[in-house]
């Protein structure tokens, strides 16, 4: 069992920079996948970038080139730089665990068994 929450959400200038943590708990922290997601209003959940227990980094394409993905398994942390952002990236941003831990592209809902509770990210014009 993994229990994530995520911090760091706020309101930020289009433009600006926001970074995101998400604490794990669990002794198995490293043995897992993890990634982010966000969801706008009104909009599907969709994938936003993940991280294999060995670092290896995957992005989606709306946010490639301006978000880092990162973790640290001596804090059972992963995070999220964000960079460069835009109004459009204005979502709550949800934490996941994947127990496949080496595949690179997992970008599926459903491939993530635990799930923080999200943390709000708006971006202002």
């Known amino acids: 069992q993994v229990q994530l929450v995520e911090s760091g959400g706020g309101l930020v200038q289009a433009g600006g920079s926001l970074k995101l943590s998400c604490a794990a708990s669990?002794?198995?922290?490293?043995?897992?996948?993890m990634a982010w997601f966000r969801q706008a209003p009104g909009k599907e959940r969709e994938f936003a970038a993940r991280i294999t227990w060995s670092g290896g980094t995957y992005y989606g394409d709306s946010v490639k080139g301006r978000f880092t993905i990162s973790r640290d398994n001596t804090k059972n942390e992963v995070y999220l730089q964000m960079s460069s952002l835009k109004p459009e990236d204005t979502a709550v941003y949800y934490c996941?665990?994947?127990?496949?831990?080496?595949?690179?592209?997992?970008?599926?809902?459903?491939?993530?068994?635990?799930w923080g509770q999200g943390t709000q990210v708006t971006v202002s014009s």
């Open positions: 669990g002794r198995t922290f490293s043995a897992y996948a």
């Open positions: 996941a665990a994947d127990q496949v831990s080496g595949t690179i592209v997992r970008t599926t809902i459903r491939q993530y068994v635990y």
